[in-house]
């Protein structure tokens, strides 16, 4: 079964400051997507971002984006100048094209100060 | 504009009732989702759906039930709940292939069973 660990809990940034997101898979599969899901204060959560693994280039979407080590089974999400509204629970996620589920880390929790 | 909805934000039950947890969604999406979200634990996927009628367990069905009539509506039932399903309940939904595609999340329902 694949495995998802987010070994940082929480974090927090200063407001227009980078700040880095840490995520390792462990999975045998050599096709897979990966994904970086936000959930703010009482919002819902939505995609950030989303990577094929198949696809060298790393995803980028605006001031978000990640870096994929595939040997190393890493899957990081780099955020640049952060903003008050980035304050949310972040998670990691892993689909294998073997597998019928979504596998989820235990999430970090970021928050941006002013 | 997609849209997640689920009945009730918060709800409040008792040890040994039944209690039904219902999701709506209007994107004519094939596969629906139930997880729960404990903190330290991220999200658990309790069951899933790829059809009207069809349904899947996830990494934690025991407890639970579910129900899917209507293309666009998704029940989960507790048959008795207990305490240690106070938990956060998402629902979510996505088009085609299981996982490989964004999933669109409900806002959660707080569940407390006393």
């Known amino acids: 079964a694949q495995t998802v660990t987010q070994s940082q809990p929480e974090m927090s940034v200063q407001e227009a400051e980078t700040v880095t997101l840490s995520c390792t898979y462990d999975t045998s599969e050599s096709n897979y997507y990966l994904f970086w899901y936000k959930q703010p204060p009482s919002r819902q959560m939505i995609l950030v971002i989303r990577q094929e693994a198949y696809k060298q280039q790393n995803a980028t979407e605006n001031r978000f984006s990640v870096n994929f080590q595939k040997a190393a089974k890493s899957f990081s999400l780099k955020i640049s100048d952060s903003q008050l509204g980035d304050t949310a629970m972040y998670f990691c996620?892993?689909?294998?094209?073997?597998?019928?589920?979504?596998?989820f880390g235990e999430g970090t929790q970021l928050t941006v100060n002013p | 504009d997609v849209k997640v909805t689920q009945s009730s934000r918060y709800l409040v039950k008792r040890t040994g009732e039944k209690v039904f947890l219902e999701c709506v969604q209007d994107?004519?999406?094939?596969?629906m989702f139930w997880y729960r979200q404990d903190p330290g634990l991220g999200l658990r996927l309790i069951y899933f759906s790829y059809d009207v009628k069809m349904k899947e367990k996830g990494d934690i069905p025991e407890g639970y039930s579910v129900s899917r009539e209507k293309k666009e509506r998704f029940s989960l039932i507790l048959e008795s709940a207990s305490t240690n399903q106070t938990s956060m309940y998402l629902c979510?939904?996505?088009?085609?292939?299981?996982?490989?595609?964004?999933?669109?999340f409900g806002p959660g329902t707080r569940l407390t069973v006393t």
């Open positions: 994107m004519d999406h094939e596969n």
């Open positions: 979510a939904s996505t088009i085609g292939t299981l996982g490989a595609y964004e999933q669109y």
């Open positions: 996620a892993f689909w294998g094209t073997s597998g019928s589920r979504l596998t």
